[in-house]
């Protein structure tokens, strides 16, 4: 029996996303970096506190949301995931399973009159939960969830209803992290680095040389993913989706999704809706490529 690794699209080992909250100015700034170094993400948004259209923000205003126009201008074409941060930004845990429910409803349906997508992703407002949230997110459609609490791993999450990010951006072990992430090989199982944060908090804090350093030192690796909060979703749902003969040796694809794995020391392409039969030497069989 070989040992078998996911491994994701194009056969990396290594993968990277960035989450940020609030949906204010900022972010525009933060997108510009992160398109220059090639980084993705995902950006949670409170839409029923929504800045009214024509805002004009006192000089020194840190926190400024955007419009619905904002929205749509800044994250409409950035290929950036957009994902809900309750309705209100409310205490999710605190709320009667009435009202906890209808904060993340009405979050989906103002997200989904703006944007041309199906919201499916959240970040805890406050990073408060319980069991109860969790469920109750789930009957409202919602397929992950992130929590604010720092792992300071690389690991993929066990149960996406607490999603546990790398770091906070503030992380003093931010750059270290990065630089053990990019440099360290992969052998097995493979890695992700998750950033969170919020980027009026670059202004707040005045550092937006922290973003810029990690953007220059992480971004543009030919060996990294990038992709936003649901792509890693979804890819590793469908990767758990595959079915495996009892020796192992034999692998049906039952998605529309191309999925990778390492078997034999070589990197395996499984198609989508294709059995792909693995050998111990290379050759090439309906579904299968490999490189090494």
Known sequence: MANIFMRFPGGKKK???LSYDDGTEQDRRLISIMQKH?????????TGILAKEGTVYAPGTIHRRLSASGLSDTYGDSGMEVAAHGHTHAYLNQLPAGLCLEEVIRNREGLEAIFPVIVRGMAY???AHGEETRSLLSMAGIAYARTTVSSETFAIPQDWMRWNPTCHHNNPRLMELAKRFV?????????????????FEFDRDQNWEVIEAFAALAGDKKEIWYATNLQIYDYVQAYRQLIFSMDGKRIYNPTAQELWLEAHHREICLKGGAMTELQETPVETAGLETTF
């Open 183 to 199: 440099e360290e090989p992969v052998k097995k199982a493979p890695a992700l680095f998750y950033l969170w944060g919020h980027s």
């Open 38 to 46: 090639g980084l993705k993400g995902t950006f949670n948004i409170s």
């Open 15 to 17: 993968a990277m996303t």
């Open 125 to 127: 407002p406050h990073g």
